[in-house]
């Protein structure tokens, strides 16, 4: 973990170099996956058969065992605890409703000169949902993306997840099952986005494929688009907790690994304007490490990554906050509405003291999935849009095109398009240029 | 051209293989633009004199000398012919008045929990639009790219385009003024990708990069994807004409050649429940080839790429658009409305006899650009979404809190990550599983 303060001559150096901090190191795997994909599009279900047999140890599959039928997730929900299900179900629950409201509208008029206007929004066809297996399997992930694809209409919505050695963590289906999820096969890595992209004989292809995976899943993702299209390949996660030195430091140094033991690659960044409760945190920080369970991830992450930024006032805050452009931005401070209203750049903002970034990752109803590595700059976290797409309408009839359409055929003209200006020119009767 | 029959035999394989026309042949530059990137963010506003001196024979410049100043615009202005001035004035106020319904609206709410919930927009800081030089510098792609960025409320809008020869199209400078540019830079290539998204010590770096380029420009931009936002990376352009046999064959000949002329790998298609009418068409574009400007790359599209289909209804055409996924649909039919209203994949659809798509491409209101290569089953025309972003709002107090947080404790223990359960149950006072 590394100290800065606002006030010191070097601070815009040390503060450029953490933004500048490449955290990820990604394999280049991408000759393997182009391979995968290749012979997925070949031989279709049977490939998918050896790959699963391969990387998932689990021989023998047929083409119609591909899918993991009503039956076997009826019989994973029986085995979740009552409690765990009443959290996944209120989880469910609060991001639809979240969610809903996002619902955009088109809008349709006609102008002054009788030219019919309009956008409308309709809902992708088919999407996939890639959930990776083994510890990664989070059941709120599956919430997170699943549900806005139904409250947008998605009509089939099909979840990939491998099941290495058979195993699949019943919440997974749990969570698949609240969320509406249309089908669930049992297959995993690039041969999964491939089989989404490029379809088999027993897996229709989708439109959109979303949610996060490993290096091959990403490059696979990554391979396929255009063909279909896919949610932004997310970075490793971060926080930055905006924390002045009226916080519990044990309750913010809490909230700062909550993100560091996501990955040795994450990163969890203070702004206090309170040098000695900057302190505390980092001390509290220690205590904590001492009894959590991925303790060894978490201080890896803390101690490369990590940092305290002391500055004079907590409004210096603001333009910092809108340079490191953070997925996760916690404002533990008296004011936390006033401060966030001055802020540009954020994927998801936490309200004050109460509010610590992770009832945000399970319950709180917003999406989890945001944008990382500053790119909250220019896009934006998971939502209801991301399964929709905009159509425009436009209508002319012989008096309106006369109002509007010697301006077309003009323009035309000016950009050498004969055709484009033709086609107008015919409907007017006029020259085409 | 080919012609389909929707009653052969062989339909669904004729038409599966027209889905599947791999029309671009995008030449592999990766290297030498990961070149001209790597030396633009090493020596700046050198390399950009260095590359301008070289690509477009423009030696001598300064970094001063880089910005095209306001003088030199309005130098421009003065040359533009007042009619096309007041075409251009048209179509900015036209594009403007439909791209300001768009702007998004966000949301605010108090659940019956107490736990406050929002979601807003806020627009990108800085865009970068490239704007291609010689004979492809539309004015009309310079409104479509930088009106919705103002109207979604980019503090600064970066123009950049290439000047060979030193030569620029005035209609490009007055097309900059009018969408309201703030900033434009005489550069072009891999080289103004690189500016726009690193900085130098004259053009400081933007937030999202649109607009269309050559082999060199799409790299580029896929490139510094991550260090900025870029928009989609267009493919050549398409049409499909739906039309009845009541249409005049003229018309639609020339609708379906606005799109050939483009480019060799464009690609216009028309269904119709008339096969004879599909053969008027056919005569007609013979006949319009004649004499267009541009006959030579329209025919080589309609050649290579051109479609007849005849379906015997056209209800039939529903499921065949929507496999084509369109980035023009036109609908030259009796009641375009209904036909419309059964679609769900198009870019843009234009309705009725009176609407040629060249209409919309310059004047109508919506947006020209628009997805291409079967990408409307899942993306959207650019608009005021692209130019901003979502931050969603959560915020609890202690006893908000205490209604939702043990869900999130319960599943954070259920995921295994201790330091998210550590961080509600501190505040809630209960252990963390």
């Given at each position: 973990?590394?100290?800065l ?5 070097d ?10 901090d ?56 029986a ?54 297996g ?12 699943a ?20 195993q699949?963590?019943?919440l997974?289906l ?19 986005v491939?089989a ?13 494929i ?8 990403a ?12 949610d932004?390949?997310?970075g490793p996660?971060?926080i ?5 030195g ?6 913010i ?7 560091a ?34 303790a ?17 006032h ?19 401070v ?32 917003p999406?989890?999935v ?13 939502g209801?849009?991301d ?16 109002a509007?359409?010697?301006?077309a ?13 033709l ?11």
């Amino acid at each position: 973990m590394q100290r800065l303060d606002a006030a010191a001559a070097d601070f815009e150096q040390a503060f450029a170099a953490l933004l500048d901090d490449k955290r990820e190191t990604a394999a280049d795997v991408n000759d393997s996956v182009a391979a995968i994909i290749a012979d997925v599009r070949a031989r279709g279900d049977q490939a998918l058969i050896d790959y699963t047999a391969r990387f998932d140890r689990l021989p023998g599959l047929t083409p119609s065992g591909l899918a993991i039928p009503a039956a076997e997730v009826d019989a994973a929900l029986a085995r979740v605890p009552a409690e765990l299900m009443a959290a996944l179900e209120l989880a469910a629950e609060r991001i639809r409703d979240f969610h809903r409201r996002q619902l955009p509208e088109g809008y349709q008029y006609t102008d002054a000169a009788g030219v019919r206007l309009g956008c409308r929004w309709t809902a992708v066809q088919a999407a996939g949902l890639y959930v990776p297996g083994g510890t990664a399997a989070y059941p709120s992930s599956v919430l997170m993306n699943a549900i806005p694809a139904k409250v947008a209409g998605v009509g089939r919505l099909v979840m990939v997840v491998p099941t290495p050695d058979g195993q699949l963590n019943p919440l997974v289906l749990a969570a698949a099952r609240l969320a509406g999820i249309d089908e669930i096969y049992r297959i995993g890595g690039a041969q999964a986005v491939a089989a989404l992209a490029y379809g088999t004989a027993t897996i229709r292809l989708v439109d959109k494929i979303v949610g996060p995976g490993n290096a091959y899943v990403a490059a696979a993702k990554r391979q396929v688009f255009g063909a279909v299209g896919i949610d932004m390949i997310a970075g490793p996660s971060e926080i930055l907790v905006v924390a002045d030195g009226a916080n519990d430091p044990a309750w913010i140094a809490a909230d700062l690994l909550s993100q560091a033991e996501h990955d040795t690659a994450a990163q969890s960044i203070l702004i206090t304007d309170d040098a000695a409760f900057g302190e505390r945190v980092a001390a509290a920080v220690e205590t904590h490490l001492a009894t959590l369970p991925r303790a060894a991830i978490a201080r890896e992450s803390w101690n490369a990554h990590g940092a305290i930024v002391t500055v004079s006032h907590l409004d210096q805050a603001v333009a910092l906050i809108d340079r490191i452009a953070p997925e996760h931005l916690e404002l533990a401070v008296a004011d936390p509405d006033a401060l966030a209203a001055k802020v540009t750049n954020a994927g998801a903002i936490f309200l004050g003291r109460y509010t610590p970034e992770a009832v945000g990752d399970y319950i709180g109803g917003p999406n989890h999935v945001l944008p990382t590595a500053r790119s909250a700059r220019f896009s934006s976290g998971l939502g209801v849009h991301d399964f929709m797409k905009r159509t425009t309408l436009l209508g002319c009839d012989a008096q309106s095109l006369r109002a509007i359409g010697p301006a077309a055929v003009a323009l035309a003209a000016a950009e050498g398009l004969g055709a484009h200006g033709l086609s107008v020119a015919l409907r007017l009767n006029i020259p085409r240029s």
